[in-house]
Nanobody, 122 residues
């Protein structure tokens, strides 16, 4: 059973930075793709970034390209989302997700964490 636990959310001013962490356990993740998603109040959950564990290939939604970086650490079985130049419209609950897949995908994830709140003040 895959378990994902996010941490690192908080309140930050516009232009600031946060690093989200996702501790992954229960599997060997070398054949998984890991993703970050977010859900703002009154909006649907949306894809933010993904990383293929095997080779570190990444994918980002356009609104975060150049500001966010997804990475993974084999030793600690963790996935990170470094968020720089944060804007008020980045405010959301951020979720870590995992999918047994060698494709770099934006949909069909079937393992989810509980989420961590990120609030960006103007």
């Amino acid at each position: 059973q895959v378990t994902l636990v996010e941490s690192g959310g908080g309140l930050v001013q516009a232009g600031g930075s946060l690093r989200l962490s996702c501790a992954a356990s229960g599997r060997t993740f070398s054949d998984y793709v890991m993703g970050w998603f977010r859900q703002a109040p009154g909006k649907e959950r949306e894809f933010v970034a993904a990383i293929r564990w095997k080779d570190g290939s990444t994918d980002y939604t356009d609104s975060v390209k150049g500001r966010f970086t997804i990475s993974r650490d084999d030793a600690s079985n963790a996935v990170y989302l470094q968020m720089n130049s944060l804007r008020p419209d980045d405010t959301a609950v951020y979720y870590c997700a995992a999918k047994y897949s060698n494709a770099l995908i934006r949909i069909a994830y079937d393992n989810w964490g509980q989420g961590t709140q990120v609030t960006v003040s103007s």
